[in-house]
């Protein structure tokens, strides 16, 4: 595809990798822009009086930019032990599911709070689809790959499955936020014409575009075999 960098696979890979780096970065900006204090008149963080504040830029830096960097983490580090990428590769995911849970916890005590009904939207259904499924592939590839690690022959059998949920739950992750979006646009005053709404929506499309981008570059640099790690020759035996 990048014709003019494909003698050079390595080189191409990591200035794609900084790109998407950019996109993911200021994907995180701009959600951490929605509620802040003192841009726009009525806004602002708060945990106690509204806990939705951080329900977006939780699910957004977990479930999109640390998973995302996390599904990269092997062709990124490609000259680095296979067992050391893989314990990272566990972390990063750890501290995605981390992030989501608060974020999910905001969003439940927001709705409490409300005494809203829960689970009613098609935002929330797809939001559960895709923590359940993440919860389950981390489970999975933990037991399967690093304790207690079954054997080689199991391991060479799930790991395209393992690699193909993987991506399927990014994507998934990536429309989820998507269509939190739009639904936050319907639930709010997102579509007035007033000033403060008027660059809020910016900030909030901004943020769409950059974060579909950023998706978008993580799910072409997993899917080139270009950018794969070589098989190691010790391929953790
Ligand atoms: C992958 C990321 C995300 C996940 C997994 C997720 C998950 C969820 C879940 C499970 C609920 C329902 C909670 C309940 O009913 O008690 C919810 C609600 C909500 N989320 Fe998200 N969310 C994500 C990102 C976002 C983003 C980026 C926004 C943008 C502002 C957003 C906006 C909303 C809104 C407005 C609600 C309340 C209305 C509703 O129940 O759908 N979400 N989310």
Same mark, same amino acid.
């Given at each position: 595809m990048f014709g003019i960098l494909d003698k050079n696979t390595e080189l191409?890979? %990591? @200035?794609?990798?900084i790109i998407c780096? @950019?996109?993911g970065i200021i994907s995180i900006i701009l959600v951490s822009l929605f509620y802040a204090q003192g841009l +726009?008149?009525? +806004?602002y963080y708060d945990w106690n009086a509204?806990?939705?504040s951080y329900h977006p830029v939780m699910m957004t830096t977990g479930l999109v930019f640390c998973f995302g960097n996390a599904i990269l983490?092997? %062709?990124t580090l490609k000259s680095t032990r296979k067992l050391?990428?893989? @314990?990272?590769?566990?972390?990063?995911?750890?501290?995605?599911?981390?992030?989501?849970?608060v974020g999910l916890v905001a969003i439940i005590r927001y709705k409490m709070s409300r005494s809203s009904i829960h689970f009613i939207s098609f935002h929330s259904w797809l939001g559960l689809t895709t923590l359940i499924l993440f919860f389950f592939q981390w489970i999975?590839?933990?037991v399967t790959f690093l304790f207690p690690k079954l054997s080689l022959k199991i391991r060479?059998?799930?790991?395209?499955?393992?690699?193909l949920w993987g991506r399927i739950i990014f994507v998934l992750a990536v429309v989820t936020v998507i269509a939190g979006l739009s639904e936050h646009g319907y639930g709010s005053s997102f579509f007035t014409t007033n000033d403060v709404e008027q660059k809020r929506r910016l900030i909030i499309n901004f943020f769409g575009v950059f974060t579909a981008l950023f998706g978008i570059l993580v799910i072409y640099l997993v899917s080139t075999s270009d950018y794969q790690r070589p098989p190691d020759e010790n391929v953790d035996k």
């Open positions: 191409t890979y %990591r @200035i794609l990798l780096e @950019i996109f +726009y008149s009525n +806004y509204n806990p939705f983490l092997y %062709r050391i990428v893989k @314990i990272l590769h566990a972390g990063f995911l750890i501290i995605s599911l981390t992030f989501a849970l999975f590839g933990f060479s059998a799930y790991m395209p499955t393992h690699r």
